[in-house]
């Protein structure tokens, strides 16, 4: 089964836009759940543009479904993952300055400063995630460093997707069975849509977790949210 993990960040850039509390980022969530959604994702970062730390030990607090917590392993991130324990911390190598997420960790560069991280987060009971491109050599090394599952960065699929569906899955097939082949969960996610996500679950049936915010935040403004996370649950049955 492939879970669907709404990604909240963009509950709170609009609620940011006015500084007021309009939309609730915790009633959003528990909405996302009521809905059907299996799981809660949040990628704080150090400027609080969107999710606040707050927000996530708020939402620590309500979250039945899996709560995913993404973000680059500094001190703070650490600090709140092992206050709130949620059900998988996923370690993403964003520099501060970038306006989203842009590639994968280089899981050998980073082995001894990942492992560390890992071990650490793991002894706090935590599930760990490390997201990275769909490179063999990098799964390799995400199973190297202890993690239990790997994340595939899905923008270059979805970039490529509309002009040759085949050729933008290739190389996450190929980096999705060598994960499966050394035991690792995998989870997939950025950029998936309506249009690109039941190819990708079609050509990787076990996907673990799609974690999907922005445009699944966009289809529901035309589609209503409850519609939408059907509508997103349907392409991965
Ligand atoms: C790792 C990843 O791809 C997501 O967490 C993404 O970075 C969230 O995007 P925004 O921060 O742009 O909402
Ligand atoms: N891990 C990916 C995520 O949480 C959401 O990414 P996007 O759908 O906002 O691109």
Redesign the pocket.
């Known amino acids: 089964m492939t879970k669907l993990s709404v990604?909240i960040?963009?509950i709170a850039?609009l609620r940011n836009a006015r500084g007021g509390n309009n939309p609730d980022v915790i009633r959003v969530a528990l909405d996302c759940e009521r809905f059907g959604a299996q799981g809660i994702?949040v990628?704080p970062?150090p400027d609080e543009r969107?999710i606040r730390y707050n927000d996530v030990m708020q939402l620590a607090k309500v979250v039945k479904t899996e709560f995913n917590i993404?973000?680059y392993p500094d001190a703070r991130y650490m600090e709140i993952i092992e206050k709130v324990r949620p059900a998988q911390a996923?370690l993403?190598p964003?520099g501060p300055d970038v306006?989203?997420?842009n590639a994968g960790w280089d899981t050998i560069q980073h082995q001894k400063q990942l492992t560390d991280m890992i071990s650490t987060i793991k002894g706090w009971g935590v599930r760990t995630s490390v997201?990275v491109d769909p490179d063999i050599k990098m799964v390799e090394g995400a199973k190297a460093i202890g993690a239990d599952r790997i994340?595939l960065?899905t923008?270059p699929y979805a970039s490529g997707f509309a002009k040759d569906k085949a050729g933008a899955i290739a190389d996450y097939v190929m980096a999705a069975q060598a994960a499966q082949k050394l035991g690792l969960g995998l989870n997939a996610?950025?950029?998936l849509d309506l249009n690109n996500l039941k190819f990708l679950k079609t050509n990787i049936p076990f996907l673990d977790e799609v974690?999907i915010?922005?445009a699944l935040v966009c289809d529901a403004l035309y589609y209503g949210l409850e519609n939408t996370i059907q509508m997103y649950l349907r392409q991965i049955q």
């Open positions: 990604n960040n963009k850039t994702t990628h970062r969107h993404e973000g996923t993403v964003d306006l989203t997420s997201f994340e960065y923008e996610g950025h950029d974690s915010g922005h």
